[in-house]
């Protein structure tokens, strides 16, 4: 069975409650009980002292002297709470007893040396009685004297307690029971509250916020934190509908050439040289989207987490060689320089692969953004453990610097100029150099040029 979270908390209450409520009457119970039985011990030692008074000894003979004629004539009545008195010699031999106990004799242990107290049923009666040895002056036991008392009124007074405490117990449970639930489902209110609020926000509605309590509580926290998820589920939403909405972008223009391109080449025939042109245009199309969906494929795998490293010692130097080479035609069709400044021995810790993407992504985005002719510089610094390449380009406005690792995300003056990317490959670079533990960054001045740095980890 499922209980409601109100009735959970009042149950896991009621049980601690149970628990502690038990206890405190044990001991309640306990300490009246011995309470009870000390005050009849406590009669029972003035009920000795009283008789030891009276009893003497002559070698190992015990001698009463007036004892029986007193307690005759003080325990020979009925009386509402009779006093039972007993005295018996070493060997167990009754010497003495009470009228009242007539032909019966209390029980007692004839090898005992201490006193003892017990609770027994005499002639049909409940009596507490105790036992004490009569010892000479050379320490030997010379009998015994037993005491009984009434113990009713003990008996009765415990027997109610208990039973009080027994009716008492369930009823103050289900009383604890309920008032613990009704405490509850309003302590709870304001959660059912969150949960109606929350459950009114949808895609539709998502700028909806939840309404703060008043009180700077737990539900004031747990409100806030709901709102803060809200705030960072909108920003993912809205983030992956404009990323949607770019590759859709970045993929119709190619699409659009391509078809575009193809229309035009069935409307009649050409000549064979025309056809490897527009071939080549479509081709040069088609590896337009491969990059966009390999940029793409790459950034899913970051996302995921599905990509392994394998950290090597790497020169520097031959690397960006090899990115040289690659780039060449590019560079040559620019009249661009790629002076690479870099010491032989410089080497750092990264996977090859990962960094070579970085490097080959920071040097692609040199070449398209510098003014032909001017050279792009790379450089390292051996103090700070950075390497660092600089073009001689438009520029990056200050107050698009910060958006410049964001997928999809173009500066206005590149869409101007309509250089030809998607804004992928520094979001990638970004992502690999978080996970290689390099720290990124740039600096830019409109017109002048811009600066990449890569801060390797010493």
């Known amino acids: 069975m499922s209980l409601r979270f109100k009735n959970r908390i009042a149950l896991f209450n009621t049980a601690a ?24 011990d406590s009669d029972l030692r003035m009920e000795q002292e009283e008789v030891f008074a009276g009893i003497h000894w002559k070698g190992d003979s015990l001698i009463l002297e007036l004892l029986p004629e007193r307690l005759e004539k ?25 009228a009242n106990l007539q032909d019966d004799h209390l029980l007692f242990a004839d090898s005992l040396t201490s006193e003892i107290f017990i609770n027994v049923d005499f002639a049909g009666n409940k009596i507490r009685q105790g036992q004490f040895p009569i010892i000479n002056d050379t320490g030997k036991l010379l009998g015994h004297l037993v005491v009984g008392i009434s113990r009713e009124e003990s008996v009765i007074i415990l027997s109610n307690l208990l039973l009080t405490l027994c009716l008492a117990f369930p009823l103050m449970l289900l009383v604890f029971y309920l008032a613990t639930s009704w ?45 803060e998820l809200l705030d960072r589920i909108e ?29 035009v080449l069935i409307r009649k025939a050409r000549e064979p040289k025309q056809y490897e042109e527009k071939i080549e245009h479509v081709i040069g199309e088609v590896d337009s989207m491969t990059t966009i969906i390999d940029q793409l494929l790459q950034l899913s795998r970051l996302d995921a987490g599905n990509l392994t490293m394998s950290k090597t010692d790497i020169k520097l130097k031959e690397l960006l060689l090899i990115i040289k080479e690659r780039w060449s035609l590019r560079l040559n069709e620019k009249n661009i320089v790629l002076q690479i400044d870099i010491p032989e021995g410089v080497t750092v810790h990264a996977d090859h692969g990962f960094l070579l993407i970085i490097l080959e992504n920071l040097v692609s985005n040199a070449i398209k953004y510098s003014q032909p002719s001017q050279p792009i510089d790379c450089f390292w610094n051996a103090g700070e453990s950075m390497f660092m390449i600089r073009d001689h380009g438009i520029g990056i406005p200050q107050d698009q610097i910060p958006y ?6 173009r500066t206005d003056s590149s869409r101007s100029s309509q250089v030809q990317g998607n804004g992928l490959g520094l979001a990638i670079a970004k992502n690999l150099a978080g996970l290689l533990q390099i720290t990124i960054g ?16 010493s």
């Open 442 to 457: 740039v600096s830019s001045q409109t017109g002048t040029g811009t600066t990449f740095s890569l801060q390797f980890p």
């Open 74 to 98: 003080e325990h020979s009545q009925a009386e509402v709470s009779p006093v039972f008195l007993q005295v018996v010699d070493s060997k167990g031999q009754l010497v003495f007893r009470s």
């Open 17 to 40: 409650a149970a628990i502690t409520t038990l206890l405190v009457f044990i001991v309640l119970y306990l300490v009246v009980y011995y309470s009870a039985y000390r005050h009849l």
């Open 404 to 409: 410049l690792f964001d997928r999809f995300y």
């Open 183 to 227: 405490a509850a489902s309003h302590g709870i209110a304001p959660v059912h509250k969150l949960i109606d609020a929350t459950g009114m926000i949808s895609d539709n509605n998502i700028s909806t916020r939840i309404p703060l309590p008043s009180r700077r509580d737990e539900i004031h926290q747990l409100a806030t934190t709901i709102n």
């Open 235 to 263: 920003k993912s939403l809205t983030r992956e509908k404009q990323i949607t909405a770019d590759i859709s972008h970045e993929l119709r223009t190619p699409i659009t050439s391509i078809r575009g391109t193809l229309e």
